[in-house]
Structure formats: C-alpha cells, structure tokens
C-alpha cells in the first residue's frame, strides 16, 4: 500500500512540475499586441498576407491591421497613440521627428509611385506637363517623388500646377474621370489607372528612388523588440508566399482585403518583394536634402538618426 502511496505521489508530483514548467514557458512568451496601419498600396500586402495566412498567429503575435485611405489620417492614429507602426515613408518619418514624435524605419517596403495622364492628355512626357494640373498630396511621398521626375527632366518646380488631393481614391477617380492633366500615385492605383486607359508617364522605379519604408514608435522600439522581430518572421514568411505562389491564389483576398477597385484583379503587377532588410542610406541623404531644401524641416537627420536594425 506504502509502494502504491508513493508512486502516486510521485506522479502528482511530476505533474505539477511539468504544469509549472509550462506555465512558466506560456508566462515567459507571451508577447503584447501590435497595431500597423496600412494604406492601400503593394508595399501593404505582405502584413495582409501574414495577418489572413495566420503567419503573425504562428509567432504567437497577435497584430490589429488597421486601414487608412491618406497618410494625414494614417499619421494622425500614430502620433494619437493608437498605433506603434505603419507603412510609411522617409518624409513622413522625417515630420514625426520634427515635431517632437520619436519615430524609427525599422525596413524598407517595395512602393513604387507613378506619374499617369489622363486618357484624353496629349502627353507623353513629363515635359509635355508644362502649364497642366497634376494632382499630388502636399508634402508626402507623392509630391517628392513628382519634385524628382521634374529635376530629372529638368523642369522648374513651378512647372506645372499642383493640385492637392490627399485621398489616393478620390485622387484616381478624378483622374480617371478627366478632372486633371496628371496624378502621381502609389501602386496599384498607378496600374489601375493605366488599365482604365490613362498614360503611364514614368515612375519612381525608373528613377532608382525608393523612399518607402517601415516605422515603428520610438517606444514602441523600445518596449516591444521580442514583438517586433515575431512581426518581422511573419513577414518574411508572407514574402516567401507570395514569391512562391501564382498571383490568381490570393488576388481575390488581396482585393478584398486592401479595399483595392476590382479591376486589381487583371491590372496588378506584383513586384518581387524582398525579405525585410534596412533602406539605402542614399535614399535617406537625398530625401532629407529635399525636405530641407524646401524648408520642411529644420534638423539634418542622418542615416543613424533614423535606422534602426532589429535583423543583428
């Protein structure tokens, strides 16, 4: 009986140090959520990837995938807290740091962002613009971007006549509508609006500027790296999916989950998306010369001020 009485004490034993031990390891790895705002853009897709394939699920990450139509929305939810990260850009990291909201590029994204005439413009080069509305958003990405084609092509910045349309929509519609000579806009309303019979001109890629990328709060930086590199797994592993599988697997998703027109489906051109990595330090130089130049901001950030390397 003594013999008996023992291994069960044994046993109970055994079980609640195996139940602690778990406990512990369940204790240990719990991870706080994160909330990333996305736009809707190709640099999006591998977040919506990950989030609806379950790949932020597999890192025991729980992430709030929160879309916004215009950066001033999507910037307003950061600074107001109720986001630690979003697809984003230099210059709008460069505005945060500005007005006293710490933010970091954690990675660069895939963005790309065309110059596109309407249907009825005789255009066929960015010189053809001269006099001509050409809807841009003030001070983002997008009017960056349309200030580099005009250098490039050596044309004055008071070349053409900007138009202030912040909302990527409303931006394509009204081009696509016959309301503006030229809009420049992300991926893929650019291809969508080509499909629709607009003009491609020239984009950002033909350039070599690749100023989109990956911001996260300086605190959050700080408080959340085990979250941040869980977050990063799960979008190398969206990265891989998608390089890896026909684009008609997941286009209808993609759609449905970007708030993308319907036409996306046949007019989207996905590029090959890179494993999460650091951006270019030239791409950082040449964008903050610009925001200075134009008296945007006052500080010289450089490469250090802005990076950080979660990938060490």
């Keep these: 009986m003594k013999k008996y009485l023992l291994m069960a004490i044994?046993?109970?034993c055994a079980m609640t140090m195996l139940m602690a031990g778990c406990s512990n390891k369940q204790g240990n790895g719990e991870m706080k959520g994160l909330a990333i705002g996305v736009m809707p853009d190709v640099d999006s897709i591998p977040i919506i990837i990950a989030q609806e394939k379950g790949y932020f699920a597999e890192e025991g990450l729980k992430v709030d995938v929160q879309q916004f139509k215009s950066a001033m929305d999507r910037d307003a939810a950061l600074q107001s807290g109720n986001l630690d990260g979003a697809i984003s850009d230099l210059l709008a990291v460069a505005f945060a740091k500005s007005g006293g909201f710490d933010v970091k590029v954690t990675s660069h994204t895939e963005g790309n962002y065309k110059l596109i005439a309407g249907k009825n413009e005789n255009i066929a080069s960015p010189k053809d613009l001269v006099g001509k509305d050409v809807a841009v958003s003030k001070n983002?990405?997008?009017?960056?971007?349309?200030?580099?084609?005009?250098v490039t092509n050596n044309m004055k910045?008071?070349?053409i006549n900007k138009v202030v349309i912040p909302q990527i929509p409303t931006r394509l519609e009204m081009l696509q509508n016959g309301k503006l000579a030229a809009a420049t806009?992300?991926?893929?309303?650019?291809?969508?609006?080509?499909a629709n019979g607009c003009k491609f001109i020239t984009d950002s890629e033909q350039m070599?500027?690749?100023?989109?990328?990956?911001m996260f709060t300086a605190k959050c930086v700080s408080d959340k790296e085990k979250e941040l590199k869980a977050?990063?797994?799960?979008?190398?592993?969206?990265?891989?999916?998608?390089?890896?599988?026909?684009?008609?697997?997941?286009i209808d998703l993609i759609i449905q989950k970007s708030v993308f027109p319907a036409i996306a489906k046949t007019a989207l051109k996905l590029p090959k998306y890179r494993e999460a990595g650091l951006p270019q330090e030239k791409d950082v130089v040449d964008c903050m010369k610009w925001m200075n130049s134009k008296g945007l901001i006052k500080q010289n950030y450089s490469y250090e001020d802005i990076i950080v390397n979660l990938f060490n």
């Design 10 to 12: 044994t046993v109970v």
């Design 140 to 150: 983002t990405i997008i009017e960056y971007v349309t200030d580099q084609i005009l």
């Design 157 to 159: 910045e008071d070349s």
């Design 231 to 250: 977050f990063y797994r799960a979008y190398n592993k969206a990265v891989k999916y998608l390089n890896e599988h026909p684009q008609e697997e997941y």
């Design 185 to 194: 806009l992300p991926e893929p309303m650019g291809s969508i609006a080509v």
């Design 208 to 214: 070599g500027i690749n100023p989109g990328v990956m």
